[in-house]
Nanobody, 122 residues
Framework: EVQLVESGGGLVQPGGSLRLSCSAS????????IGWYRQAPGKQREGLAC?????????YYSDSVKGRFTISIDDAKKTVFLQMNSLKPEDTATYYC??????????????WGKGTLVIVSS
């Protein structure tokens, strides 16, 4: 069974940067996609970015993070990163990674990590 573990969350000042990691294990197919999501208190879960085992080209970004966040994949290590720059207080949330197997797109995600907390505050 696929397992996902997020790391890299913490406290950062507005305008600062943070890099999250998602380490995956248990894939039995070469085709998979991994996406980053977040959920803030009182808000719906929001999709942020998606990348597949095809590589870093063709990555997807939501409008809320486009131009500030960058997703990247190291397929050999089965690890996906989310580089977050120009952070704003409204970016404060628990960040999750999720995977979809036998697929190159993020739609119905099959597995989820437990999340890592990001707090943007001065």
């Amino acid at each position: 069974e696929v397992q996902l573990v997020e790391s890299g969350g913490g406290l950062v000042q507005p305008g600062g940067s943070l890099r999250l990691s998602c380490s995956a294990s248990g894939f039995t197919s070469a085709a998979y996609a991994i996406g980053w999501y977040r959920q803030a208190p009182g808000k719906q879960r929001e999709g942020l970015a998606c990348v597949s085992s095809r590589g870093n080209s063709g990555a997807y970004y939501s409008d809320s993070v486009k131009g500030r966040f960058t997703i990247s994949i190291d397929d050999a290590k089965k690890t996906v990163f989310l580089q977050m720059n120009s952070l704003k207080p409204e970016d404060t949330a628990t960040y999750y990674c999720a995977s979809e197997v036998d697929s190159y797109v993020c739609s119905t995600m099959d597995y989820w990590g437990k999340g890592t907390l990001v707090i943007v505050s001065s």
